[in-house]
C-alpha cells in the first residue's frame, strides 16, 4: 500500500511535524487572559530565550503577544532566534512573501543550529518552529523584526507537548528519542494528527528525500511526487530490512514551499516500532 500525502511546511518548520504553514495567516494574537498588554502593539524586540505556553491556534496567527513565564515551569514554546529584516525589505508589505521566505531562511537554519541536529532530522521530530512578525501598528510605526519559537508540536495538533528547560541540543549527537520524534496512529499519514513516536502508533517519519539544488527551478507537482514515491518505496524498503511485503507513505510540498528554500520530502514507514 502507498499512500502519498500533499505537505505544506510548517511555517515552523521541522515536520514538521511539524508542519505550520510557511505563509502566515492573518488574525487575532492570544486566547484572552494569556495576553501580555506590554507586547502586543510594541516596537521593541522580543527576548531570546523567553518560553510561553502556546497553543496550536496561536501557530496560524502573524503575531503573537502571549505572556512569558519561567522556563523551568510548564511551556510549549521558546524563542530562539530574534533577528531584523534586512534593508532591502523594509519597505516590503505586511503579508509580503519576501517576508515569509526571509524567515524561513533564517528560522530554519537557526532551529537546526538550536536543536544540534541535520535537516532531515528536524524534518522527522515533533517539534517545529514558527515565527512571529510585530503587529500592524507596531509594523506602521517601523518596527522590523522577526521572532522564532520552537514548540512542541504543529498548528493540527490536538495540543503541544511540554518542553525542556531549553530546547537547546535537543537532538544533538543523534539523540532521537521516541519522546522527540514524529508518528501517526491512524489509518494513513493524512487521517490523524502528528504524536510522539512514545505514544501508540503505526506509521513514523523514517527518512527524507532532498528532491533538489537550492538553484533549482520547481520540477512540477508530479515531478516532484514521482521522485518522492520511487525514493521512499527504496528508502522504506532498506530501513525495515528489506522484507517481502511492507507498507510506506510520503509527504511532499509544493511550489510556494520551493520558493520559500525546502528541497525535501518525508518518506514514512508503517511500522510499530
Not at 109 to 121: I, P, V, Y
Not at 158 to 176: D, E, I, Q, R
Amino acid at each position: 500500500m502507498v499512500q502519498g500525502l500533499q505537505g505544506r511546511v510548517v511555517r515552523l518548520a521541522g515536520l514538521l511535524a511539524s508542519g505550520l504553514l510557511v505563509l502566515s495567516a492573518c488574525g487575532g494574537t492570544d486566547v484572552a487572559g494569556n495576553v501580555d498588554p506590554d507586547q502586543v502593539d510594541t516596537v521593541a524586540a522580543p527576548q531570546v530565550g523567553a518560553c510561553r505556553n502556546l497553543t496550536p491556534q496561536d501557530l496560524d496567527q502573524p503575531t503573537n503577544a502571549t505572556k512569558t513565564v519561567d522556563c523551568t515551569k510548564k511551556h510549549t514554546a521558546e524563542t530562539y532566534e530574534v533577528g531584523e529584516f534586512p534593508d532591502e525589505l523594509t519597505d516590503a508589505g505586511y503579508d509580503s512573501d519576501k517576508l515569509s521566505a526571509y524567515a524561513y531562511q533564517t528560522c530554519s537554519a537557526k532551529f537546526q543550529e538550536f536543536l544540534g541536529a541535520d535537516e532531515s532530522t528536524v524534518m522527522r521530530t515533533i517539534v517545529s518552529w514558527v515565527w512571529f512578525r510585530p503587529s500592524q501598528k507596531a509594523w506602521d510605526k517601523g518596527a522590523r523584526w522577526l521572532r522564532c519559537d520552537v514548540v512542541g508540536g504543529a498548528a493540527e495538533s490536538k495540543s503541544l507537548v511540554t518542553l525542556p528547560t531549553t530546547a537547546s541540543g535537543l537532538l544533538a549527537h543523534g539523540a532521537t528519542s521516541d519522546d522527540w520524534m514524529v508518528c501517526v496512529n491512524g489509518a494513513s499519514v493524512q487521517s490523524a494528527p502528528k504524536i510522539p513516536c512514545s505514544e501508540k502508533h503505526n506509521w513514523r517519519a523514517v527518512t527524507t528525500i532532498k528532491v533538489g539544488a537550492p538553484d533549482d527551478p520547481y520540477p512540477g507537482d508530479d515531478a516532484v511526487e514521482k521522485t518522492t514515491r520511487d525514493y521512499c518505496s527504496q528508502s522504506v524498503g532498506a530501513w525495515l530490512g528489506y522484507p517481502k511485503d511492507y507498507d510506506f507513505g510520503y509527504t511532499w510540498f509544493h511550489e510556494s514551499e520551493w520558493k520559500a528554500g525546502n528541497r525535501r520530502s518525508v518518506c514514512w514507514a508503517a511500522t510499530t516500532a
